[in-house]
């Protein structure tokens, strides 16, 4: 097999089979593909919603990243999700999740996956010993994500793999880590889910999302629920998918390198309490992370000494590093998950998870190094 780059540029994209020898694969907009014989009708391409050129190449090229034989692309990570949801549970049954999970995947799961009598149990996932507690016979899905948003908190996706066996799914929210750091497939992992709109896409302009498998059956349902619920990524947002993931590998590195020296640098720095990231030797599951991922990702939170009013003042102080929620682009963004993208949950949860309000998180762009360490030290100096 060709490597992970090699294939991120030329899988899906094949100028022999182009009308015109493109090098780069054309946007097929056309919603419905005309035949020339009644006994044809079925054949091919047929309706966009079902299938399309487009959407089709980039599903390959995903699914041959993640190391999967399947992928299918749908026009957000929510959809994703809600598809797989919908796919395969039934009412009564019990999905184990890590209670530190994006904010919109737990509103998913409590304020409409829950009416339709599907169970919601959070735990922390930390200690793989706990999903063991918690399995029933009316389990069918666990559901992890692993560097966990926003504490960076990890899984261990081996193991649980092996606690849940055949009967239960085990889906990883892989959006953090992206395939060139983490594959879960390969660790035993039945469903990969993504929000293309972060690292994949990796530019901040298309909001999309991707399943990845190996299971037939797994592949047919969602394939099947993919066309009948509908939520499919378009044309354009699929060829523009397909652009960011050619730079895939050589963003991820720099977005690494840039994240690995600056949660360096905020550890030394007096006005920092504590920083979360992956790649220090003092985050609590480095050696989980040396094994499970092949770098440690662009993504790290802090807390800064002086509580939020502190906080806000140096989130706004900042001038290379955008205030704004979302992540994985190639600019440099940061926010206050307590105010902002955590904000839904209560004071309550906030607190269980260890989210407080001096708690800072920052997306590593891609920028030049000195300029991010300029930056953040006369914010901190104002
Ligand atoms: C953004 C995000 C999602 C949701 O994806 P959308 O594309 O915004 O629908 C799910 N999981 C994680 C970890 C995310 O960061």
């Known amino acids: 097999m060709k490597g992970f780059t090699t294939r991120a540029i030329h899988i899906g994209e094949d100028p022999s089979q182009m009308q015109y020898g493109d090098v780069i694969s054309p946007i097929h907009l056309s919603t419905t593909f005309a035949k020339e014989r009644i006994e044809d009708v079925e054949k091919g391409y047929v309706y966009s919603r079902t299938s399309n050129p487009t959407r089709d190449r980039l599903e390959k090229k995903l699914a041959s990243l993640e190391g999967g034989k399947y992928a299918l692309a ?3 990570g929510l959809a994703a999700e809600s598809t797989i949801l919908l796919s395969l549970l039934h009412k009564g049954d019990e999905v184990i999740a890590f209670d ?3 904010g919109g995947t737990k509103r998913l799961f409590n304020e409409v996956m829950a009416k339709y009598g599907i169970n919601f149990k959070y735990i922390d996932m930390t200690q793989a010993d706990n999903v063991n507690n918690e399995i029933t016979e009316r389990t069918r899905m666990i559901w992890i994500e692993t560097p966990t948003n926003p504490l960076l908190k990890l899984a261990d996706i081996r193991c649980i793999s092996e606690i849940a066996g055949h009967d239960i799914i085990v889906v990883v929210d892989n959006t953090f880590a992206t395939p060139y750091f983490q594959r879960p497939l390969e660790l035993g992992a039945d469903i990969v889910v993504h929000s293309v709109t972060k690292y994949l896409g990796g530019h901040s302009d298309v909001v999309g999302g991707a ?3 190996n299971d037939n059956d797994l ?3 969602l394939r099947f629920h993919q066309n009948a619920i509908g939520a499919i990524l378009s044309p354009f947002d699929s060829w523009l ?3 960011g993931l050619k730079t895939l590998s ?4 720099r977005h690494e390198y840039n994240a690995k020296n600056i949660a360096k640098y905020l550890e030394e720095h007096p006005n920092v309490q504590r920083v979360y990231y992956p790649g220090l030797k003092s985050h609590p599951q480095y050696e989980l992370a040396k094994t499970q991922m092949s770098g440690f990702g662009g993504m790290l939170s802090f807390e800064i000494k002086g509580g939020l009013e502190k906080a806000k003042k140096f989130v706004e102080s900042l001038e290379l590093f955008a205030l704004a929620e979302s992540l994985g682009g190639v600019e440099s963004l940061i926010e206050i998950p307590a105010v902002m993208t955590h904000a839904s949950l209560s004071p309550n949860e906030l607190n269980k998870i260890g989210i407080s309000n001096s708690l800072i998180r920052v997306s590593v762009g891609i920028e030049d190094l000195d300029d991010l360490i300029n930056d953040i030290e006369t914010a901190f100096s104002v």
């Open 100 to 102: 530190d999970l994006y």
């Open 219 to 221: 592949h047919e349902k």
């Open 211 to 213: 399943v990845i498998v």
């Open 74 to 76: 749908f026009s957000s």
């Open 250 to 253: 050589l963003r991820m590195e």
């Open 241 to 243: 998918v397909m652009r």
